[in-house]
């Protein structure tokens, strides 16, 4: 079965990111969350297993940025980028104070989509809220706090990093670096992994709403930084 497949594929990803959480909270350092809160229309064995699919989806994710970018000096800041599961049960009421509280990258939540008729895949659709990220930054174009995008509880979400969450992800990760002045090198990196899964998106056919806008909005990053067109 598919749901058997990704639990079972993501489980020592789940496992590894959430050890990391522990280990970074532990010792005290700042950690990049992502914190995921309640998501809604799980009214069945079914499409509790797709919300279950969906987190160890996000943390195999996760796992997989942290170990792409974390592997140089200036970014090894990035190896604590971590899923937070504490809030998976609550719902996300007052998404300001608990970005505050938690100190969190992001918040995420949102609600499960059931199958079109034909299909037996669910899809996740998430609300990512951000904060005062850009407004830190002083984005000139940007001052949106939270964005819309989907992501099908499927197998081959797995072992990827090319789809909407993971581009919302990266951009919250720069804004976060360029608030904290680190080394543009990281910023940059971020930049190039942003636009290679914006390609990846806009090929599918999957570049749209919200994610079309972080699209634009990293490029705007990029010349106003003279990134280097790719």
Known sequence: MPGTVIKLRALAAVFAVCQLFAEQTRA??????ASVWK???AISAPSQDAIDSFRSIVADKILMLRSSLSD??????????????THQNENLSDPLAAWQTEQA??????ILVSPQAGSGAF????????GDLAQRYGSPTQSKNSFRVDLPISSEELGTIQDTHSLLIIYALTLDALSTNRD???????????????????????????????????ATIAQSLR???P
């Not at 005290?28 to 969350?33: G, N």
């Not at 140089?72 to 599961?85: G, R, V």
């Not at 899809?123 to 951000?130: F, W």
């Open 28 to 33: 005290q350092e700042p950690v990049l969350k």
């Open 39 to 41: 998501y809604g229309g």
């Open 72 to 85: 140089t000096t200036e970014a090894k800041y990035l190896a604590s980028l971590a899923i937070d599961l």
């Open 105 to 110: 990258l992001l918040l995420m939540s949102g």
């Open 123 to 130: 899809t996740v659709a998430s609300t990512i809220y951000i």
């Open 184 to 218: 543009h090198q990281v910023v940059f990196r971020l930049i190039a992994m942003a636009h290679n899964i914006s390609q990846d998106l806009q090929l599918r056919g999957r570049l749209n709403g919200d994610a079309a806008l972080i699209s634009k909005e990293m």
């Open 227 to 229: 990134y280097p067109a």
